[in-house]
């Protein structure tokens, strides 16, 4: 059976089709065969809202075998992440990654639609790795942000890439290899 992957793409106009699919379709070419990277349209994607892209994620997440992989990128990633923080998995996950997701709260964005728990860390399913990947030259969601995920997430492994925009120059090689390091 091949390993699952639930791919939550970023928010804004177009952004499914014309920009996040190129992050997916690197991974896939990366991972190969073995792998199943299932990449659903999110809701509204030009105004992404917490409550509506939660019930889509959970209807995705609901639907995964045991050990599938979640990631998100951009605002995905941090709707991605609020959801896991609040609600249990049926399943456990293999792993949760982080690409490019702007931190809510004291120091990122601020939100009225979504606010992580001050012990966000602690919130997140038990005993399943974190791995949080930024580019360095991201405009979107500068590199600040992934340090406030690291503290609020302690057990998360960070990957700080250098000369990576917020697409991470459209190469998810690093994320694969996260990926593949699992099955090890």
């Known amino acids: 059976m091949k390993r699952q992957i639930l791919f939550i ?5 177009g952004t499914h089709d014309e920009w996040d699919n190129k992050l997916v379709d690197s991974l896939r070419r990366e991972l190969g065969k073995d792998y199943e990277v299932l990449y659903p349209r999110m809701p509204r994607e030009d105004e ?17 075998n045991a050990g599938a992989i979640l990631i998100g990128h951009s605002i995905g990633g941090t709707i991605l992440i609020g959801v896991l923080a609040a609600s249990a998995l049926a ?8 690409i490019s997701a702007p931190f809510v709260g004291d120091g990122g964005w601020p939100s009225d639609d979504l606010q992580f728990p001050a012990d966000l860390g ?7 790795p974190v791995h949080l990947f ?31 925009d917020h697409q991470l120059n459209d190469d998810l090689g690093e994320v694969a290899s996260a990926i593949r390091s699992l099955e090890e």
């Open 9 to 13: 793409q970023g928010g804004g106009q």
């Open 48 to 64: 992404p809202k917490y409550e509506s892209w939660k019930t889509a994620i959970q209807k995705e997440v609901k639907a995964l």
């Open 91 to 98: 399943h456990k996950a293999g792993a949760i990654i982080l």
């Open 122 to 128: 602690a919130q997140l399913p038990r005993g399943v």
């Open 134 to 164: 930024h580019g360095l030259q991201d405009e979107t969601a500068p590199p600040k942000h992934v340090d406030l995920y690291a503290r609020a997430i302690p057990q998360a492994k960070v990957h700080r890439l250098p000369k990576r």
